[in-house]
């Protein structure tokens, strides 16, 4: 049965950081590209970031580029984002997912696996 847990969520002043994980079980990690994404009530769902398998290739969305930091470690089956200088429209449920594949993808569509979420909120 596989398995993705987020943590590390929580309320934060605007400005501040925050590091989320994402500890996988039942699928071989590190076989398995992982992407974040983040939903704000009454919106879609929204790409965040994404590694591939080795950790060596990542891709970010154009709102968060320069400061979130997506990084993973295959001997711990964890993926984590790292925000920096939060703002209040980062404020959404973030979860993070799995897919089969080489390459980062952006679309959640190839996802094959996901987790519950953690929310983020940022005050102003």
């Known amino acids: 049965q596989v398995q993705l847990v987020e943590s590390g969520g929580g309320l934060v002043q605007a400005g501040g950081s925050l590091r989320l994980s994402c500890a996988a079980s039942?699928?071989?990690?590190?076989?398995?590209?992982m992407g974040w994404f983040r939903q704000a009530p009454g919106k879609n769902r929204e790409f965040v970031a994404a590694?591939?398998?080795?950790?060596?290739?990542?891709s970010y969305a154009d709102s968060v580029k320069g400061r979130f930091t997506i990084s993973r470690d295959n001997a711990k089956n964890t993926v984590y984002l790292q925000m920096n200088s939060l703002k209040p429209e980062d404020t959404a449920a973030y979860s993070c997912?799995?897919?089969?594949?080489?390459?980062?993808?952006?679309?959640?569509?190839?996802?094959?696996?996901w987790g519950q979420g953690t929310q983020v909120t940022v005050s102003s």
């Open positions: 039942g699928l071989p990690f590190s076989s398995y590209t």
């Open positions: 590694i591939s398998r080795s950790g060596g290739s990542t």
């Open positions: 997912a799995a897919a089969r594949a080489v390459l980062v993808i952006t679309s959640p569509t190839p996802y094959d696996y």
